[in-house]
């Protein structure tokens, strides 16, 4: 019987640890899992920490390349200012807006306006309300005559 008893101790000793051995094993493989995953996930947030840090710094070369640039553009524009005040104050009178010849015209024409408002305050009749304008002729030509087409045209 201490034979028997030994066997059974034995299959039972046998099967609790074949149990017992695939339980520490399962929580062993779960817990190598996540030690894989926790890694992974660490080395992903190290990556991700690095490409912002390198996002941040090429944003940074960028903004301080656009304000150079706007520095740049600033000054031109300054100096274009500067040039244009010079330009505008000194060579006033030597560029005039109308040549000599158009500035005289205009004086003729605005001389000419002030005599005529001169007359008609003055109530001097004109005749130039009651005159047909010089582009109608008195005669009918061309088209307009009442000849036929094989009428000869009768010189006027």
Excluded at 3 to 11: D, G, S
Excluded at 111 to 135: I, V
Aim: proline content about 3%; hydrophobic content about 40%; charged content about 20%.
């Amino acid at each position: 019987m201490t034979v028997v008893i030994a066997l059974i101790v034995f299959v039972v000793g046998a099967v609790v640890g074949f149990f017992a051995n695939y339980l520490i094993s399962s929580t062993n493989q779960e817990q190598r899992k996540l030690a894989e995953q926790v890694n992974k996930t660490e080395a992903a947030l190290s990556q991700y920490k690095i490409d912002v840090a390198d996002h941040l710094e090429c944003s940074a070369k960028l903004l301080n390349e656009m304000n150079s640039t706007c520095q740049t553009a600033m000054k031109q524009m300054e100096e274009s200012t500067q040039l244009l005040q010079r330009a505008t104050a000194s060579d006033s009178d030597g560029m005039p807006f109308f040549s000599q010849e158009t500035q005289e015209q205009l004086a003729q024409t605005a001389a000419l306006r002030h005599a005529k408002r001169m007359d008609e305050k003055a109530g001097l009749s004109t005749d130039f309300n009651t005159e047909a304008p010089l582009d109608y002729s008195g005669k009918a030509s061309g088209l307009f005559s009442d000849q036929g087409p094989n009428d000869p045209i009768k010189a006027g």
